[in-house]
């Protein structure tokens, strides 16, 4: 960096917009004690070392949710890359609508199944709600 201030840290985290048979789309509410606390996002998490970013989907969305998929369910959309205070962050964001079990509150506030273009009704991470028009223009 020309500034002279220490290069931020890459955080590769993967995203799942999961879509039910309506054409509604998950969003969690992050809990409280978090980062972004109570904002609403796309389930998903940090990518571990040696995973890829669909087994990250897979392994969150069973951790989080409780849900079953496997990466042939997944699907890549887009993915968001946005600077937060001491790291970058980028997320490939999958839209999966194969999946078995029912979505419960495992890790989160709450969860609710929204139509893409009431998303922007709920607040969301500045890496989040970028992701909105492609699930608009997809669903």
């Known amino acids: 960096m020309s500034d002279g201030s220490e290069p931020k840290k890459l955080l590769l985290v993967a995203a799942c917009a999961l879509v039910d048979a309506d054409g509604r789309v998950l969003i ?7 980062q ?3 904002l609403w996002e796309f389930p998903g998490g940090k990518v571990e070392p040696g995973e890829t970013p669909e087994e990250t989907v897979v392994r969150e969305l069973a951790e989080e949710l409780g849900v079953e998929t496997r990466t042939a369910c997944l699907a890549p959309l887009t993915f968001a890359s946005h600077s937060y205070d001491g790291f970058n962050l980028l997320m ?3 839209v999966c609508r194969r999946f078995w079990g029912f979505p419960q509150q495992r890790e989160h506030q709450a969860l609710k199944w929204v139509r893409p273009n009431r998303l922007r009704d709920y607040p969301m991470p500045p890496a989040d709600a970028p992701l909105i028009p492609f699930l608009i223009d997809l669903l």
């Open 28 to 34: 969690a509410q992050r809990p409280e004690g978090k």
């Open 36 to 38: 972004l606390a109570g």
């Open 92 to 94: 490939p964001l999958f």
